[in-house]
């Protein structure tokens, strides 16, 4: 099992800036992938933003160029820098594993949320 812990969530005013953080931790070798999603009320949730174990990134139209996601190996930690944020960056962000042993396995952490706001 994998065990997903996110940090950093919170209040911020449009146009500022926030890091989440998300610290992985238990069978981490199998991992290929780790991604951000979030979820607003009401909606489904989508993906944000990825990055495979080759260091190769994936993002949503939407935060192209406003948001950055990066690994440090030495930590067993994934961020997302996000920076000039929208209101519709609100939501609850959640940190997302996939595991390849045979068959394809995915873990969650239990989310962190952001607000935009004035």
């Known amino acids: 099992q994998v065990q997903l812990v996110e940090s950093g969530g919170g209040l911020v005013q449009p146009g500022g800036s926030l890091k989440l953080s998300c610290a992985v931790s238990?069978?981490?070798?199998?991992?290929?992938?780790m991604g951000w999603y979030r979820q607003a009320p009401g909606k489904q949730r989508e993906l944000v933003a990825s990055?495979?174990?080759?260091?190769?990134?994936n993002y949503a139209d939407s935060v192209k160029g406003r948001f950055t996601i990066s690994r440090d190996n030495a930590k067993n930690t994934v961020y997302l820098q996000m920076t000039s944020l929208k209101p519709e960056d609100t939501a609850v962000y959640y940190c997302?594993?996939?595991?390849?042993?045979?068959?394809?396995?995915?873990?969650w952490g239990q989310g962190t949320q952001v607000t935009v706001s004035s």
């Open positions: 990055i495979t174990s080759g260091g190769r990134t």
């Open positions: 997302n594993s996939e595991r390849l042993i045979g068959s394809y396995y995915f873990n």
């Open positions: 238990g069978s981490i070798f199998n991992i290929i992938t």
